[in-house]
């Protein structure tokens, strides 16, 4: 089977810094994707990492550690309009077959 | 670039009623997916296709539905015939392997609403 586990809900305050964890059990992995999905949107990529270690992009980082079967994304100086909800998908095949996680509601307070 | 564009963007319809959910991806592109969200499953892979041929399509819940890929820039998935607990978001997604990242583009949905 496939799974990924990850928080349901995390709430923060503007400016501060916040984790979000996942966590997976798959039958194969070639890397591990973050996605941005504000409500009533369509998911948007935020980063993908295929090997350990930290991939940073503006005030979003990811990382990965394949021997831990872990991976988390760090938003930093968080804005208000980061609230949104935050999906990990494991790249399952060496082609595209992708599972996502059930995601991760990020809720910023002033 | 126009993005991926979905149509149309709400279907409400009967129970029995076919169902055609229809995907221009972006340009380039060579591999498409559709998806489907509910509050309840979540964000779930039903088929893709790479190159226009049909890869994985393990998820497509049953033989009610069915997929096409014509051509590059064009995709439809089917339903029929259609059944409450179809509701939800139909996405279709995109992507051409680049500098090894497998970004997939996102639509903006179709939401199916059968009663």
């Known amino acids: 089977g496939q799974s990924l586990e990850q928080p349901s809900e995390v709430t923060a305050v503007e400016g501060a810094i916040v984790q979000i964890n996942c966590t997976y059990q798959?039958?194969?992995?070639?890397?591990l994707s973050w996605y941005q999905q504000h409500d009533g949107g369509a998911p948007t990529f935020l980063s993908y990492?295929?090997?350990?270690g930290l991939e940073e992009t503006g005030r979003f980082s990811s990382f990965l550690s394949r021997s831990d079967s872990y991976g988390y994304l760090l938003l930093q100086e968080l804005q208000m309009k980061d609230s949104a909800s935050y999906f990990c998908?494991?790249?399952?095949?060496?082609?595209?077959?992708?599972?996502f996680g059930a995601g991760t509601r990020l809720f910023v307070k002033a | 670039d126009a993005g991926v564009i979905q149509s149309p963007r709400h279907e409400v319809t009967e129970m029995g009623q076919e169902v055609t959910l229809r995907c221009k991806p972006i340009?380039?592109?060579?591999?498409l997916f559709w998806y489907r969200q509910t509050m309840m499953r979540g964000l779930e892979l039903l088929i893709y296709?790479?190159?226009?041929?049909?890869?994985?399509d393990s998820g497509m819940p049953e033989d009610r539905f069915s997929a096409k890929m014509p051509n590059a820039s064009f995709s439809t998935l089917k339903i029929q015939p259609s059944e409450p607990r179809d509701s939800a978001v139909y996405f279709c997604?995109?992507?051409?392997?680049?500098?090894?990242?497998?970004?997939?583009?996102f639509g903006p949905g179709t939401r199916l609403t059968v009663t």
């Open positions: 798959t039958s194969g992995f070639y890397g």
């Open positions: 997604a995109s992507s051409l392997a680049r500098g090894g990242t497998y970004e997939q583009y």
């Open positions: 296709f790479n190159n226009n041929v049909p890869i994985d």
């Open positions: 340009s380039g592109h060579n591999s």
């Open positions: 998908a494991v790249r399952v095949t060496g082609g595209f077959k992708t599972i």
């Open positions: 990492n295929a090997l350990d």
